[in-house]
């Protein structure tokens, strides 16, 4: 993720000798000076010290670790946090109080510049300082704000883990492909193409997904069969519940790291 935002950045118009790294391992700080022409530090003192705004892009599990080093070093700098589950207070706490934190949770098609990322911050983030921390992610896609911290869970659940939902619809489809004979090369071209066609039809159409379906369901059709078997399977619920179970995960996973002050 932090070589997606680097990358979408620099497409941007940033400047790469305005991006500092911290990165332990010695072959990816070569990979990033190579690939992207920033400053790569193997400690966190020579990439903060000129820093305005400090982006954690870590795994939840190495927050403690990296804020715990950073806690000196912070001052009034703007915080933004990519870890997921991690709340504000809980970075905060990390940090030795700051509360200048921006959280936000994006997806993994930002790799290729197509993400989606919920922000989230407290009334101790100025308005320059949102929009500072907005442009950043809306380099590698669409950024938006959510109202409240908790909504964080939500998107976590939704558009966070969404990416695999759609894999895993995928993967379905190319089983059934495989099922009715179907070349293998040409099935993931039918597959893939329709779900990209499907969410171009779907962003550019001012009517609601269930609309676009009915005009795609014909009575006494194929679509129709196939959908009256997902109807019988109750999938559409199955899929609320499946996501609200991620949303209850994601909080349990903040109450723990919460829980670990």
Sequence with gaps: MASALIGGMLARGYDAHDIGVIELLPEARARLVREFGVAAHASAAPAVQTADCIVLAVKPQQMRALATELAPLVGDRLIVSIAAGVRRGTVSAWLGGTRRIVRVMPNTPALVGAGVTALNAGPEVTEAERAAAQAIFASVGEALWVPREEDIDAVTAVSGSGPAYVFYFMEAMLAACAQLGLDPVASRT????????????????????????????????????????????????????AIGIAAERSRELGDQLAAGH
């Design 190 to 241: 039918l597959v893939l193409q329709t779900f990209a066609g499907a969410t171009k039809l779907a962003l550019g159409a001012e009517e609601p997904p269930a609309t676009l379906r009915e005009r795609v369901t014909s009575k006494g059709g194929t679509t129709e069969a196939a959908l009256a078997r997902f109807a019988a399977d109750d999938l559409k619920s199955r899929i609320v519940a």
